[in-house]
């Protein structure tokens, strides 16, 4: 039941006219607002220039191994890289690949030669299956789901609790199909929710029995350091609680500086058990010669240690946190009394997911492009596009400036609420 619910045909109607005359108005304004990705904006990118400077002499190009950084070699990245991010994931150095500057590009490759060799543990080439299945907790990010498409990978949809994937379905279906050979997984301040997993979900990751004896969970912690307050959530080891497990090459884990440095020039970082890493090196020494050395190198000096990373996303929080609270505020003063809508408050990440009431996402949408406000195609947040309920719209406050960010708030809660009038007259 909402507020507008309490209101007669003839009262909705009279307000649907109010809200349309300030639709039209803002249409007049030809406003260009794009909210589409989430995005660092120039000030967050401004944190970084300090890296342009840190090579200048030959001397600064030695690694810590004797060997010349703009040289060949080093398939899985540079000691001092691996030593780095190994504190930012809470794993072993040998349990590490440093690559290019994309993570997606990472889980990517690491799916196309699994359908083309299997990976460690495989009878045979996964494509060489019937069929290959891959669990998405839902909604969630769309860039994994392309992948599944791209590869002929067929997705299943799993909803999203407060504290991770629905467990209880997930263990049900990876236990009794073969077919299903992982899942997708954003276990800190999830893509688009904002969630962190629960160290009772990560257990259950870890323990839970598969069919398919080598099942994977793609572990993508691209946010694992992107806090928005001084109390961050938690998450719990998952590669150590495979191992506790008995189960220690059943994961691999994802994270990138994409939104730390440069997203165009970051660095990626893969983190498994020993066995995958050496299963894994060996094909990418037939793929490359080499990332490139230079740019890891450039990280380590800038980031120095863990300490300076969580130094530097203080910084990065300083200036996006406003833009989140400005969101929440918005959000609340133009729909927290209408009760047609709900929306996350998260702790970290980069984004806000906002359901509309069912039927209504694609509506807002659209109607938000035709004044001049592009959000996330409604459907994006799940597999094949497809929102079942047709409700949630991602949010991604981060790179408009204040002024533009509260424009385009401004816009989508007035297009909610003229889509929920309409729907409710038409009902």
């Not at 929440?328 to 984004?351: D, H, T, V």
Request: hydrophobic share 40%; net charge negative; aromatic share 6%.
């Amino acid at each position: 039941m909402t507020q507008l619910d309490g209101l007669t045909r003839e009262r909705m109607s009279e307000q649907l006219e109010l809200l349309m005359t300030k639709y039209r108005d803002i249409q007049s304004q030809g406003l260009q607002l794009d909210m589409s990705r989430g995005k660092p904006c120039a000030e967050q990118l401004d944190l970084s220039n300090g890296m342009m400077d840190v090579l200048t002499s030959r001397d600064n190009f030695k690694l810590q191994d004797g060997s010349d950084s703009r040289n060949y070699g080093g398939v899985d990245g540079i000691p001092e890289a691996k030593e780095l991010f190994s504190q930012m994931l809470g794993v072993s150095p040998k349990e590490m690949i440093i690559g290019g500057n994309s993570s997606l590009n990472m889980m990517h490759d690491t799916l196309a030669r699994a359908m083309l060799f299997g990976v460690l543990g495989s009878d045979v080439p996964w494509s060489k299956l019937p069929k290959v299945r891959f669990l998405c907790p839902s909604p969630g990010y769309d860039r994994h789901f392309a992948i599944c498409e791209l590869l002929g990978i067929e997705m299943i949809p799993v909803d999203m609790l407060q504290d991770g994937p629905d467990m209880d379905a997930v263990e049900h279906l990876v236990r009794n199909d073969e077919s299903i050979k992982g899942i997708w997984c954003v276990p800190k301040y999830s893509n688009p929710e904002g969630i962190t997993f629960s160290d009772a979900v990560v257990d259950r990751f870890a323990n839970m029995e598969t069919k398919a004896p080598d099942f994977r969970i793609m572990w993508d912690d691209a946010y694992t350091v992107h806090h928005l307050t001084d109390e961050p959530d938690g998450l719990k080891n998952i590669l150590e609680a495979c191992t506790a497990a008995g189960n220690p090459d059943r994961v691999f884990i994802y994270s990138s500086t994409s939104k730390v440095t440069f997203p165009g020039s970051g660095v990626a970082v893969m983190a498994a058990s020993e066995a995958n890493i050496g299963f894994i090196r060996k094909q990418l020494s037939a793929q490359t010669i080499g990332p490139d050395k230079q740019n890891q190198l450039r990280h380590v000096r800038l980031l120095r240690n863990m300490d300076g990373i969580e130094q530097h996303m203080k910084k990065h929080a300083a200036i996006i946190k406003p833009k989140f609270d400005t969101v929440l505020r918005m959000l609340e003063s133009e729909l927290g009394q209408l009760n047609i809508a709900s929306w996350s408050k998260p702790n970290g990440g980069y984004f806000i997911s906002l359901n509309t009431p069912d039927g209504c996402a694609k509506a807002v949408v659209n109607m938000a492009a035709a004044a001049g406000v592009v959000l996330t195609k409604a459907g994006a947040t799940y597999p094949y596009g497809n929102d079942p309920r047709d409700r949630n719209i991602r949010i991604a406050p981060t790179f408009p400036p204040m002024g533009e960010l509260e424009k385009a708030i401004e816009v989508l809660c007035l297009c909610l609420q003229i889509v929920s009038i309409k729907q409710l007259l038409q009902g």
